[in-house]
């Protein structure tokens, strides 16, 4: 269909050979992004399950009544103590005694 000395110039040239791709990756990365920001907002127009709905209604848990619960609770004899990591004993981690321990169990 062409000669080969259309062909070599083609190649030769950098709109066909860079500008070319890079116009296929932005307008289909357009097309993409359209499709893939629509889930988005097909997904706020779904309806729940109206026994679900129900149950989240009951169901009322605020910032608010949580503060209630744990505002007038003491905190001062609270110590931090660090989890035991795979390759350590955490019985020994934690201070207590491996040996009293499996006398307890037996």
Known sequence: MFTPAVMRALRKN???RYGVPMLLL???GSFGLREFSQIRYDAVKMKIDPELEKKLKMNKISLESEYEKIKDSTFE????IRGPRPWEDPDLLQGRN???LKTKTT
Not at 77 to 80: A, E, G, I, S, V
């Open 77 to 80: 004899d609270w110590k931090n």
């Open 14 to 16: 950098k709109t066909l």
């Open 26 to 28: 932005v307008v289909g």
């Open 98 to 100: 491996p040996e009293i």
